[in-house]
T-cell receptor, first 113, second 110 residues
Framework: DVKVTQSSRYLVKRTGEKVFLECVQDMDHENMFWYRQDPGLGLRLIYF???????EKGDIPEGYSVSREKKERFSLILESASTNQTSMYLC????????????FGSGTRLTVV | QQQVKQSPQSLIVQKGGIPIINCAYE??????FPWYQQFPGKGPALLIAIRPDVSEKKEGRFTISFNKSAKQFSLHIMDSQPGDSATYFCAASYSNQFYFGTGTSLTVIP
């Protein structure tokens, strides 16, 4: 069964900490994405990557950065965590063109205190 | 700016009812319209999808109706069951990017 694995289900971090969220996919997918999910706002794209060492900003990149050193791994970095970054973070991957759609990980619920 | 508008935000139906979730879009470049189902504590999972060259697609109890001229599409769940209680997201895609609706929380009462 194909998988997108997010390293942590729940995280609690303090304001100002640097936070790393890790995502690994085993499907040899080219494309990887990071979303945050908030009630009433749906899924909002933070960053995405179509290739190793490539990254593109999504709709809400402020306060975040990403790293893709290997094809299977896509990391989201919160440079200095703030309380407004408390959210559910979802990683997804996809094969090149649609119609294959996304495969999502189970999410990481991050709480910043 | 929300590329895909989804309604209602929440929906409660009795078992056996037919909940309908609606989505609308503006960008005519979209060429793929999936629906995702998300259970609590899980990531969204692809449920059913349609291309704009067909007006309807059925998979089991789930049906997508697509109206290209109106730029609207909807999800119908036939004979709904308590196990269908979840959050449903519509999406629209082109050029390998997906734009999601804000989600509909469906509760099916036994």
């Amino acid at each position: 069964d194909v998988k997108v694995t997010q390293s942590s289900r729940y995280l609690v971090k303090r304001t100002g900490e640097k936070v790393f969220l890790e995502c690994v996919q085993d499907m040899d997918h080219e494309n990887m994405f990071w979303y945050r999910q908030d009630p009433g706002l749906g899924l909002r794209l933070i960053y995405f990557s179509y290739d190793v060492k490539m990254k593109e900003k999504g709709d809400i990149p402020e306060g975040y950065s990403v790293s893709r050193e290997k094809k299977e791994r896509f990391s989201l970095i919160l440079e200095s965590a703030s309380t407004n970054q408390t959210s559910m973070y979802l990683c997804a991957s996809s094969q090149g063109p649609t119609p294959y759609g996304y495969t999502f990980g189970s999410g990481t619920r991050l709480t910043v205190v | 700016q929300q590329q895909v508008k989804q309604s209602p935000q929440s929906l409660i139906v009795q078992k056996g009812g037919i909940p309908i979730i609606n989505c609308a879009y503006e960008n005519t470049a979209f060429d793929y319209f999936p629906w995702y189902q998300q259970f609590p504590g899980k990531g969204p999972a692809l449920l059913i999808a349609i291309r704009p060259d067909v007006s309807e697609k059925k998979e089991g109890r789930f049906t997508i109706s697509f109206n290209k001229s109106a730029k609207q599409f909807s999800l119908h769940i036939m004979d709904s069951q308590p196990g269908d209680s979840a959050t449903y997201f519509c999406a629209a895609s082109y050029s390998n990017q997906f734009y999601f609706g804000t989600g509909t929380s469906l509760t099916v009462i036994p």
